[in-house]
Nanobody, 125 residues
Framework: QVQLVESGGGLVQAGGSLRLSCAAS????????MGWFRQAPGKEREFVAG????????YFVDSVKGRFTISRDNAKNTMYLQMNTLKPEDTAVYYC??????????????????WGQGTQVTVSS
């Protein structure tokens, strides 16, 4: 069993930055990686970024490349999503998700085993 606790969301003006955290506890020794998804009102959940726990595999969707980065603190079992140059279209509830297997696609929600509770990110224009 794994628990994921997210934090770091909030309200920011366009062009600003936020850092989301996703802390894992429980059966963390066999984690392969984490992904970040977001869901805006009236829209489907979409993949944003993902990274293996070792950092040797990282993927970002085109809309966030160059603006978002991922980092890890292995000692704290925590992964971070640093979001810079935020745009109003980044407004959504952001979810972290954990996977034990490498799988085939970072963007496939069904390849993740556990999900965080979500944190709201609102970017004002």
């Amino acid at each position: 069993q794994v628990q994921l606790v997210e934090s770091g969301g909030g309200l920011v003006q366009a062009g600003g930055s936020l850092r989301l955290s996703c802390a894992a506890s429980g059966r963390t020794f066999s984690i392969y990686g984490m992904g970040w998804f977001r869901q805006a009102p009236g829209k489907e959940r979409e993949f944003v970024a993902g990274s293996s726990w070792s950092g040797d595999s990282t993927y970002f969707v085109d809309s966030v490349k160059g603006r978002f980065t991922i980092s890890r603190d292995n000692a704290k079992n925590t992964m971070y999503l640093q979001m810079n140059t935020l745009k109003p279209e980044d407004t959504a509830v952001y979810y972290c998700a954990l996977r034990f297997d490498r799988g085939r696609r970072w963007s496939a929600p069904n390849e993740y085993d556990y999900w965080g509770q979500g944190t709201q990110v609102t970017v004002s224009s």
